[in-house]
């Protein structure tokens, strides 16, 4: 098989996969926010609502494409793209098993760090581009947002490749064979995934796209497929990270029983489902106790994951002292998020 | 495989594009931009010098590495002293802010 | 759906091959997936916000209420529409993407209703945009607006089906 | 044409635009973006010279931070409406000067004899690291230190209103 058949082959099979799963995780969504709220969710498209997605993205499909007079015709046509295709980019190196993997590379994790800080590029192009105001202010909070979280979201992955001494996701998921990381660094997992949250706008983070102070934020001014792009990726996105944390932090597809693949998807999906019930538990928070929480409580605690990591490799500490002190650290910081919220507004 | 040459050259165009960006241009933003694009054509001569030329070591990346790093805190520094010139002056345009020039 | 210049190309074919039934396939995708516009003017708007709360459940239906006028399908005018307000409205409707819909909930927004001599007040949101559903109530029941929508999602689907047929 | 010298070329191609996008733009925000096109295909370019470490360092620096910074101040000066204000009385003079410049440098990049190894090879991204730590180490802290005082720096000079 020539080499440019096979690179289509996979990079389609995983545009498919991925396309098909957002389909999924939309009406799972709605299904999963409606139970928790009481209601039913989407009942009358096909059995349960199951084809409600389907009928939304047909529908997109098929809208009017809009485009402001004022717009810069440029960056607001682009920027659905700048945004989708970074995000897509992640999927090269993301491995379901040991051989299921576009292209395991050896700077995986970096890889990933890397190219994920791009899409927000897509975010301010989008939000300059409407020529709209709530447009511009939520690509600013979103870039301000991406920006702040990403530094204790790196340093929480920095604390697994130091334990693993290798950024290849492949060697790093076989290294948890027996105790995931999860057990290892609980301190590093809580880090993860609150910053996780940050980066994917979802509640109660969402202040991007605030529906009730920017009215959707950079996608305001988006119509018909061009939005649906934007909404793609921010599924795929999604399922991104979770796909991340499912690999560095439980231990992917290493566990018994089950085929491989499917440990990897079953806990992707159980990662997927905690972020949903976030967001359809939590409110939403302020922007300055926003940024006053990742510069003050994860950043500080980033280094402390770091530095307790660094111990354990350096002094060859036996492990159960490091989950010890990781999870004292993680649920004395819990408490003191509790017990000291955010500060007055200025 | 691709001359060392071509390389060199596209780092050539590349920092002549700068030089006239820096000179050419009055925002002071527009300014720093070209000034990272003559950063980046350096680092494109020593990244090519450390792959072809005859040597053990690797200074090139390394060095290449080291002007990334000050080109962020350029970039951090210039960027909040821009911003404070227009808090006080209202104007990014550098042929404006000249009083220390005589 | 209305196509510009579609007509020559729709001429061209036999009826009811091809183009009536992927007409009709988009408008159950269009009917499944009604996204209104979140906004509301009076005291309908209470009524509406109770629609799509637990206990009747818009969602069930597929609509789920979205913020921005770009991304919209359906309009509820649930209220008095003032002079002062009916700029924005129109507005509001011209910004929506085509195809859309206008659903006129309560009497204010379908003659005024007991505002009908106020001078202030627009006489009937048909005045200012196309409604294709009324739904009379002062206020409408969530019951009516759920029965407003299933309309609609016929008017859709018959519309698409006519549209095949006869021109 | 080999595959990696079509890369190369184009490649070097969107560099090129991208900087001629930065200098030439009439809307700042336009050269920003301009400015990122140029960056990740100079990024594409060290992948080309085996330094995929350095890659990725160029997208994560630059992408996600630099251009962002850059975008996140235009956007709080709102400068250059018109294009006069953009440029320079003195946009011939540097027309000129940037020609020489470019002419005798390529004409001097032609002209020197290159000790050429055997081929292009790159380095193994640990080796890398290791003389990062060992061989570099007093650079790399000295490095870091300029990014904390240039931190404390932007922070103190940016902040609104001293107290």
């Known amino acids: 098989m020539p080499w440019y058949v096979d690179i289509t082959a996979r990079v389609g099979a995983m545009l498919i996969f991925l396309i098909l799963t957002v389909l999924a995780l939309v009406w799972l969504e709605r ?145 948890q064979r027996f105790l995931p990381n999860l057990f290892m660094q609980p301190l590093g997992f809580t880090l993860f995934m609150v910053a996780a949250l940050a980066e994917l706008h979802r509640s109660p983070f969402d202040i991007p796209v605030a529906e009730s102070e920017v009215v959707g934020g950079p996608f305001i001014e988006y119509s018909g497929i061009r939005w649906g792009i934007f909404y793609l990726s921010e599924y795929v996105n999604l399922v991104a990270v979770a796909a991340l944390a499912s690999l560095v932090f439980l231990g992917g597809w290493e566990w018994p029983l089950l085929p491989p693949a499917a440990w990897f998807l079953v806990k992707t999906f159980a990662l997927i489902m905690v972020i949903m019930w976030v967001r359809a538990t939590l409110p939403r928070l302020r922007i300055d106790q926003l940024m006053d929480f990742a510069w003050k409580i994860l950043l500080p605690l980033a280094f402390v994951n770091i530095f307790i990591v660094g111990l354990y490799r350096l002094y060859q500490w036996p492990t159960w002292t490091v989950s010890l002190i990781s999870l004292a650290m993680a649920i004395v910081a819990a408490a003191t998020v509790y017990h000291f919220p955010g500060g007055e507004r200025r | 495989m691709i001359p060392l040459e071509h390389f060199l050259t596209l780092s050539g165009i590349l920092f002549s594009l700068g030089l006239f960006g820096v000179l050419a241009r009055r925002n002071a933003v527009l300014i720093l931009m070209s000034i990272e694009l003559m950063l980046n054509a350096v680092n494109i001569n020593l990244v090519a010098f450390s792959a072809y030329l005859v040597s053990t070591e690797f200074v090139g990346q390394v060095f290449a590495l080291f002007v990334i790093v000050v080109a962020a805190a350029e970039v951090g520094l210039a960027l909040s002293i821009i911003i404070a010139i227009y808090r006080s002056r209202a104007t990014s345009n550098v042929d404006e802010v000249d009083l220390m020039k005589w | 759906m209305e196509v510009k210049g579609a007509e020559g190309f729709y001429q061209g074919l036999p009826r009811n091959i091809l183009i009536a039934k992927t007409d009709e396939l988009f408008a159950l995708a269009r009917k499944s997936s009604l996204w209104p516009l979140t906004f509301g003017l009076a005291c309908c708007a209470i009524e509406m916000i109770a629609t799509y709360m637990a206990h009747h459940d818009l969602d069930r239906f597929g609509v789920l209420p979205w913020p921005s ?55 009937g949101v048909d005045l200012i945009v196309p409604v294709d559903i009324y739904v009379p109530g002062c206020p409408p029941r969530p019951e009516a607006l759920m029965d407003a929508i299933m309309k609609l999602q016929d008017k859709i689907a018959q519309d698409a089906h006519r549209n095949g047929k006869a021109k | 044409m080999t595959g990696a010298q079509f890369l190369f070329y184009a490649l070097g191609l969107a560099t090129v635009m991208g900087g001629l996008g930065v200098v030439l733009s009439r809307n700042v925000v336009h050269s920003a973006l301009a400015l990122l096109l140029s960056l990740i295909a100079v990024a594409g370019i060290y992948v080309l010279l085996y330094a995929e470490f350095l890659a990725l360092v160029q997208v994560l620096i630059y992408g996600g931070a630099i251009v962002i ?66 061989d570099w180490v007093l650079p790399f802290e000295v490095a870091s230190l300029v990014l904390l005082v240039a931190l404390m720096g932007a922070i103190i000079i940016a902040r609104e209103s001293p107290q």
């Open chain 1, 31 to 175: 299904k999963f926010a409606g139970r928790i709220q009481m209601r039913l969710g989407p009942m009358r498209t096909g059995y349960q609502g199951l084809l409600q997605s389907l009928a939304d993205a047909v529908k997109l499909l098929l809208k009017e494409d809009l485009r402001p007079a004022n717009a810069d015709r440029w960056a607001f046509q682009m920027a659905p793209f700048v945004v989708f295709v970074p995000i897509f980019l992640i999927f090269v190196t993301i491995p379901f098993s040991r051989e299921l993997v576009i292209r395991n590379l050896d700077m995986g994790l970096f890889y990933i760090i890397a190219v994920s800080g791009l899409s927000i590029v897509g975010i301010v192009m989008a939000g300059w581009g409407s020529d709209n105001k709530y447009a511009l202010l939520g690509a600013v909070r979103s870039a301000a947002q991406m920006i702040s979280y990403e530094l204790p979201l790196v340093l929480a992955l920095l604390g697994i490749a130091m334990q693993a001494s290798s950024l290849n996701l492949v060697t790093i998921v076989e290294q």
């Open chain 3, 69 to 123: 006028p770009r991304q919209a399908d359906v309009m509820i005018v649930a209220g008095t529409v003032t002079k002062k307000m009916s700029r924005a409205v129109k507005l509001l409707y011209q910004q929506m993407p085509m195809p859309k819909w206008v659903i006129a909930m309560g009497n204010c927004s379908i003659n005024g209703g007991p505002f009908a001599s106020y001078s202030r007040v627009i006489q």
């Open chain 4, 69 to 134: 910074l850059l975008l996140f101040v235009l956007m709080l000066t709102r400068s250059g409406e018109s294009p006069l204000v953009l440029d320079n009385p003195q946009k011939p003079v540097a027309l000129v000067v940037s020609l020489l410049f470019m002419a005798i440098a390529i004409v001097s990049f032609f002209l020197t004899r290159w000790k050429l190894a055997q081929a292009p090879r790159g380095v193994d991204f640990s080796v890398l690291g290791g003389s990062l730590f060992q």
